[in-house]
């Protein structure tokens, strides 16, 4: 996933999420979220993440004292896709508990690169925090059964998923949704992860399995822009798309070529 180097797509972007008011609409992670940092030289979990700044949890109880932290004027985060970037910030906040070391940062933005990384992170994240579980009786797929269950959010996104006969355990999902201009889908069934892309000039409507050109592989990017999506989501859909959600951090993991 390369990273644009531009002035004026940061420019107006920095304007973009500060008039839309999410330039400090931070975003609350769960522990084992494959977003990371370090700082010091150690690995930090990311508490919650905004475009000025996030909050790190260092576990452990032998660790620098307060003053390192608040002198420590770099720190490396790493995204889902293995991307690592660098980043120059300020300290403001530093707590020590018997669970650690919480650290609050802030971005100088001394480079585009910041705002164009943090939105690869923030944007599906955003979009996962406005899915929402869609009553049975609205609509006229037929999907809106007992074993059927439907989620919407912004996007659109729009995310279909079967269910067993015990209610919880999961046969299949599709998720659809617009990721850099372009609608894609990703299928799960049977353990298996298939990606395909919509042609919108064919038309398709995000309540069916629509007749998509399917990858030869599943396309990285498009696995990690809907695994972020899932991070911004509240706890009753993970808790629904676990499995799902457990098969693409497996193959985030196995994967060592997506860039």
């Keep these: 996933m390369e990273l644009v180097n531009s002035d004026n797509f940061s420019n107006k972007l920095y304007a973009q999420v500060q008039k839309e008011r999410r330039y400090t609409e931070r975003y609350s992670l769960m522990p084992g979220d494959p977003i990371t940092a370090e700082v010091l030289g150690l690995s930090a979990n990311v508490v919650d993440v905004s475009y000025g700044g996030l909050a790190l949890h260092i576990p452990g109880k032998r660790l620098p004292q307060a003053e390192e932290f608040k002198n420590a004027d770099t720190i490396t985060v790493t995204a889902l896709n293995g991307v690592m970037t660098s980043q120059v910030v300020n300290v403001r906040d530093v707590r020590i508990t018997e669970m650690g070391v919480f650290v609050a940062y802030e971005f100088r933005h001394q480079s585009p690169e910041t705002l164009i990384f943090m939105k690869e992170i923030i944007e599906p994240i955003h979009t996962g925090l406005s899915l929402f579980e869609q009553s049975a009786d609205k609509g006229h797929t037929p999907y809106n059964t007992e074993n059927w269950k439907t989620y919407k959010g912004e996007g659109p996104t729009n995310i279909l998923a079967e269910f067993a006969s015990d209610g919880e355990t999961l046969l ?28 919108l000039k064919d038309g398709f409507d995000f309540d069916t399995f629509a007749d998509a050109k399917k990858h030869k592989n599943p396309l990285p990017e498009v696995i990690l822009a809907c695994l972020s999506i899932f991070l911004g989501a509240e706890a009753p859909i993970r808790n629904d798309l676990s499995e799902l959600i457990s098969t693409l951090l497996g193959w985030v993991s196995k994967d060592k070529k997506v860039a």
Excluded: D, P, W
């Design 172 to 199: 299949r999902t599709l998720v659809t949704f617009i990721y850099e201009g372009t609608v894609y889908q990703l299928s799960f069934e049977g353990h298996k992860i298939q990606t395909a892309q919509i042609n």
